[in-house]
């Protein structure tokens, strides 16, 4: 039986390859913007994905003068996360990763109905690069989207194309050291574009 380090590995490997998966098809495939989920359950909108409760993506990657490297931008602290749920709360997150790609980009986004307001603190304490949304106005999808950047307070990460690694270890950060699921846990995964009717995987399991 595989020890834990060699099959987080293979589960970072795993992931890494659906993303740059989900690049190709952005730039080749639909030629649009795309997005994955990675959930827990299997998804309800299996016939139809949806982009969960929150970025819809209108335009390009990044505002003249934003930074495409994740670093600082606005107050980005675990501090501004008093919309999350707090430990003990009735009303467990939903454990889901989503991600976009774009023309110039792709990023990370955990809505604030995924993670408890510790969670986001560890976040913040051990992975660099993460932002809470709303303090990132020279994004031009955060502009164009605010009442929902205001509703879901969405925790974000940027990553450039052939980051696609560096994304997979802070998502395996995310599920295994964060959520500390099973490092065998199964996931589903759903893809689309936002524009066109290419629909990818619809709730496919993946471990």
């Known amino acids: 039986m595989p ?15 659906y993303l740059r998966l989900m690049g190709l098809r952005a730039h080749k495939v639909a030629k649009d ?3 994955i989920i990675f959930n827990e359950d299997p998804p309800e909108d299996a016939e139809s994905p949806k982009l969960k409760e929150s970025v819809a993506i209108k335009v390009d990657c990044l505002a003249e003068g934003g930074s495409a490297s994740g670093g600082s931008g606005g107050s980005g602290g675990p501090g501004d ?3 999350l749920p707090q430990e003990g709360s009735r009303d467990l997150p939903a454990r889901y990763i ?11 986004e955990l809505p604030n109905n995924t993670v408890f307001h510790y969670e986001a603190e560890q976040i913040f304490r051990h992975r660099l690069g993460f932002y ?14 605010w009442k929902d950047m205001l509703t879901w307070e969405p925790l974000q990460k940027i990553y450039l194309y052939r980051d696609e690694e560096s994304a997979a270890e802070d998502m395996a950060f995310i599920v295994f050291q964060i959520w500390h699921f099973p490092v ?5 995964v759903k893809a689309a574009s936002f524009h066109t009717k290419h629909r990818f995987e ?4 993946i471990d």
């Not at 834990?4 to 490997?13: A, L, M």
């Not at 065998?184 to 589903?188: E, I, V």
Request: proline content about 4%; glycine content about 2%; hydrophobic content about 35%.
């Open 202 to 205: 619809h709730g496919k399991r």
């Open 81 to 83: 996360a008093h919309e």
């Open 3 to 17: 020890d834990f380090n060699e099959e987080k590995r293979r589960r970072i490997n795993q992931f890494a390859e």
């Open 33 to 35: 913007s795309c997005f």
């Open 184 to 188: 065998d846990t199964p996931l589903y």
């Open 98 to 108: 989503q991600f976009a790609f774009m023309r110039d980009c792709f990023y990370l």
């Open 132 to 145: 809470w949304a709303k303090d990132r106005p020279d994004l031009r999808w955060v502009r164009s989207n």
